[in-house]
């Protein structure tokens, strides 16, 4: 049986049905054909070349196709390449349909007498719709209430006109007089050009240090760069930013008007008068006194200003001819002298030196004889009372050695001593011990060699005493405050407030109604005990704590001794009437010292007859400034 | 917290308090306080009503679109509120000079809006609305010719007009698409352009007005005949076609009343109280200067090669008053072609050029930027195609005493001043002559090293001789003269010094203040002229070693 086939013969039909052909892509065959029997695929030995050949020899080889259910090639026939075409183009396989047949309207748009369905009216085209009602209703309830609202007239008048026609005054509020505007962009310089001056772009460690800087930091907030020509000029990156920035300045910045200070410098400077006009004052270095092995603490000058005498670190006490620089004496004590104070009555000569717990009366042997012969006499002519008296210190005849060396009495105190000065009578001493009781200062009589404890209660740890040079005051400087005791009537009369941390020396001036104070921070303190118990000046001349001050016996001179080794000499007029205020000019800064162990100047010391002034120093010497 | 649109809108800004601790409860914590008042002002503000009106627009037709009524939409779409900030214009600036005093800002914004893409960055309304507003106003620049600095920085192009006497200085970023950055809240940009645009619009209508222009302005009828192009051809839009004829600038504007041909009238001079002489005559001849450099490119025909930056080159050429054109394919509203015989400036910016009409200068764009600050037409010979440029200076900068001038300023100063201008040429000359010293220097330097070198021997030898001789030697004293100025001025700063001592402690804190900022400026003065110096000598020897390699 075989199928009615125009060529029978080369029919070879594949039972596989509708399946991937792939399946078969490992079998020799291709399928089945009717009978079951296997379909071979056909031969293909042709290599490429023959596929070549056969691509150029065989004119049909574009129609030829391969059919994949049986392996074989089939040469299209004509009509199949046609269909095949017409698809391409996406026409109908089928050429005798026509596409485009001529209409017909079914219905026409004339109106007919007749009508299409002949099916009555019904009733709900009489009578009116309940829905449309319904919506109508609604409709005008929301106009009626305001929902809806006619759309509004198209607003015709011109956006911009002249906004500023009628400028009336009136309209300048109070807000517009407060009103800060904001300040204008900073205009830019020349390191902005793209093409600089060469100077202003950023060499490469400035380039470095502006990356490592941070934003909020730069001074420049881009880095100079230098284009050849403006066509290489890019855009710049951060435009946007800086313009948001800009805007974040003029909403969140908060503003406030600020007054430039608009002076010339100069005319801060006080006008004071030259220091030329102000003269004597010392001026240069004249001697050095050298001798002491450790940093000299304290200086003394005898009453005729012929003699020196300083106490030094070093165990010793040494007395010097102020002209010529010679030490005519040196008393070794045995100890720290921490003070030292010549009696100021030119008829008797003694020195006082505070050394650790006693004070030592010395009669250093200098100068005229009936002078130091008069006082030792004066010293021995001592009887001592019937009954005995109970006293804070024990006062000790020196024994003979000590005599030999000049010592004439001891105090013996029961604490270290800090300091010593004299009345100015020359009878009476004024002792501070470095303790915390109200035993810290104690007055002693050396006529009678007798001692008082003139505090019931302390008052804080005391710095300094001092005595009125006439009349019957003591000055007692805390660390804080610097007291005033009237010694007559045995009570306080002022306090005055220094305004310093921590007072470390006082001095009064000879007419005895100003004082000055040194402090550790570094600030000199001018009292006018008429004026005020508050500084009439505070000066801040010295870079470092003040050791010492002192005023000049007959010029208007004081001085102020200070850490940073140097001394500063300045002019301190003080007036007699009363109306005018004292009158303080710096005159000179003398240095000289060399700062030891971050010591400077320890104590200055005015000649009491000529402007000269002396300082001992950390670095062991005396120095004499004319 | 207070709403930060109503606060761009009405200026409204924080206050630094007198007592911060007082404020602010005893903490020194950094905090923003506003004034009471203020944010009273704000809260009777009628344009809060609209915002909220705004608001509940936006919700109902966030609501129709979620239910899908599109009658609904359409309808709350044509009632849409809109709002007006023509009044907190007027509140903010009482009078037009306010207006003009606060208008750089608006504008550097505006020319920033009006170069961002439409793409959604921003409304496309605003973006051509501020373009519309900036071309606006160069026209008016250029009809006023008030235009007096510009500047070619590294962030883009600042220019400096100055407005019914007041200066307005604005910087348009050059034209390259812009890198949006993400940490920028375009909003706060939005309100705030908002607000500019509604200003600048009421500004240049003031403005257009006082030159009896018209607005919205129109170009003149005759060029614009001129300008029409061929029908239909280029551009589809007549409208967004006139948009670009104006920003052209190449057309001038048409008037109210036809101006008066050409006869300016002489202004009456009415001399001032309390002014002298001499006063009346500075301003005078600083009168006569500012008319000079008005007209200072009048008949000149300038023509722009096309990789020239064209906006703000025929801007700032026809500020002045010379004519400009560009080529056809460039830009609408060129006038004359690159081969018109006329042209006697031809701007460029390529190294080199491969045929070049005969009859003109070609320059690079920087000259006419560098004559503008200059206030004159500067030698050209520095700016041809190809040649290394010379430095670019701020106009804006003014050197007080004692600041640093680089000496291109001070080159610019002289000329200025009408002092010779050909010493660069002498000065070449000078360098060459000095070349030749330096070789002869040499010669002679290699001599006198010989010599020295003998002398030093000789010492030597003596000296050794001298210590065989005699161990101790006594050396003559040298005579010590007083130099009695130096002793003076010691004394003096002495005194001074002292001086400074009896300072009141705020005075000297003022004192030392005002002394470190001095110091510090006349350090930097100090290092840039130190750079500049060893730019220079290094500059010289690269000229010489390279004059000597090509001698060699």
Known sequence: ?626 | TIPRRLCILKGIYPHEPKHKKKVNKGSTAPRTFYLLKDIKFLLHEPIVNKFREYKVFVRKLRKAYGKSEWGTVDRLKDNKPTYKLDHIVKERYPTFIDALRDLDDALSMCFLFSTFPRTGKCHVQTIQLCRRLAVEFLNYVIASRSLRKVFLSIKGIYYQAEVLGQPITWITPYTFAHDHPTDVDYRVMATFTEFYTTLLGFVNFRLYHSLNLVYPPKIDGQADAELKPVEGKEYAMDSESYLEKLSALSASLARVVAPAHEDEVEMDEFPVEGETAEQMDTRKKEQEALEKHKKMFEGLRFFLNREVPREPLAFIIRCFGGQVSWDKSLCIGATYDASDPSITHHIIDRPRLEQQAVGRCYLQPQWVFDSVNAKMCLPVADYFPGVLLPPHLSPFVTEQEGDYVPPEKLKLLALQRGENPDEESEEEEEEDEEDDNDKEEEEDEDESEKEEEMKLKKMEEQKTQNNKALPVKVTAGKLRLEDKKRLEQEQQSEEKRLAIMMMKKREKYLYKKIMFGKKRKVREANKLAAKRKAHDTAVKEEKKKSKKARRA
């Open chain 1, 1 to 626: 049986p075989s199928p009615v086939f125009s060529c029978p013969l080369q029919d070879i039909r594949n039972t596989v049905g509708n399946i991937p052909m792939e399946w078969y892509q490992d079998f020799p065959h291709i399928g089945y054909n009717l009978d079951g029997k296997k379909i071979y695929k056909p031969i293909r030995n042709k290599d490429e070349l023959d596929m070549f050949l056969e691509k150029m020899e065989n004119p049909d080889y574009w129609r030829t196709v391969q059919d994949r259910m049986t392996g074989a090639d089939v040469r299209l026939t004509d009509e199949q390449v046609q269909l095949v075409q017409r698809l391409q183009r996406g026409q109908f396989g089928d050429v005798h349909f026509n596409p485009y047949e001529p209409a017909v309207d079914f219905f026409t748009h004339e109106v007919m007498i007749h009508p299409v369905t002949n099916r009555p009216a019904d009733k709900r085209s009489f009578i009116p719709s309940l829905l449309e009602k319904e919506k109508v209703s609604k409709l005008v309830h929301a106009i009626k209430m305001g929902w809806i609202k006619p759309r509004k007239p198209k607003d015709d008048s011109p956006t911009y006109y002249d906004l500023w026609a009628h400028e009336d005054p009136n309209s300048i509020l109070g807000r517009h007089k407060m009103h800060v505007p904001a300040p204008k962009m900073k205009l830019p310089g020349h390191e902005e050009s793209y093409n600089p001056p060469p100077e202003y772009l950023l060499s490469e460690e400035e380039k470095l240090a502006w990356e490592q800087q941070e934003a909020a930091e730069r001074k420049l907030n881009f880095v100079p760069q230098r284009f050849g020509s403006l066509r290489q000029v890019p855009a710049y990156p951060r435009f946007i930013q800086e313009r948001f920035e800009r805007c974040l300045d003029l909403y969140l910045c908060p503003r406030q008007r600020k007054m430039r200070v608009n002076v010339d410098p100069e005319d801060l400077i006080p006008k004071l008068p030259k220091p030329r006009d102000l003269q004597p004052f010392p001026t240069t270095q004249a001697l050095i006194y050298r001798g002491h092995s450790s940093l000299v603490r304290c200086l003394s000058i005898s009453p005729s200003g012929q003699w020196l005498v300083s106490g030094s670190d070093d165990g010793t006490v040494r007395f010097w001819e102020v002209c010529t620089a010679r030490c005519m004496k040196t008393l070794p004590v045995g100890g720290v002298v921490k003070s030292i104070a010549w009696n100021p009555n030119p008829t008797i000569c003694l020195v006082a030196i505070g050394v650790e717990q006693s004070v030592l009366l010395v009669n250093p042997c200098l100068g005229d004889k009936l002078l130091y012969g008069a006082t030792d006499q004066l010293l021995e002519s001592y009887v001592a009372p019937e009954e005995e008296r109970v006293q804070p210190v024990q006062w000790v005849t020196a024994t003979t050695e000590e005599h030999s060396r000049g010592v004439r009495l001891v105090i013996q105190h029961s604490k270290a001593v800090k300091q010593v000065t004299w009345h100015g009578k020359g009878d009476y001493l004024a002792s501070v011990v470095s303790d915390n009781s109200s035993m810290q200062v104690l007055i002693h009589q050396s006529s009678k060699r007798w001692s008082q404890s003139p505090f019931r209660r302390s008052k804080g740890l005391v710095q300094a005493v001092l005595f009125h040079p006439t009349r019957p005051y003591f000055f007692v400087a805390t660390q804080r405050y610097v007291r005033v005791y009237n010694l007559l009537k045995q009570e306080l009369t002022k306090k005055l407030m220094t305004n310093c941390k921590w007072v470390s020396s006082m001095a009064i001036h000879p007419g005895g109604d100003n004082i000055i104070c040194g402090s550790y921070d570094s600030k000199l303190a001018w009292f006018d005990l008429d004026l005020s118990t508050r500084p009439y000046q505070l000066l801040r001349h010295h870079k470092r704590a003040l050791r010492s001050v002192a005023f000049h016996r007959r010029y208007p001179l004081f001085a102020s001794g200070s850490d940073d080794g140097s001394v500063i000499v300045c002019h301190g007029m003080v007036y007699n009437d009363l109306l005018q205020n004292p009158l303080l000019v710096p005159v000179k800064v003398l240095k000289g010292h060399v700062i030891t162990l971050d010591l400077g100047v320890l104590d200055v010391l005015f000649h009491p007859t000529q402007p000269w002034i002396f300082s001992s120093g950390a670095d062991g010497t005396v120095r004499l400034y004319t």
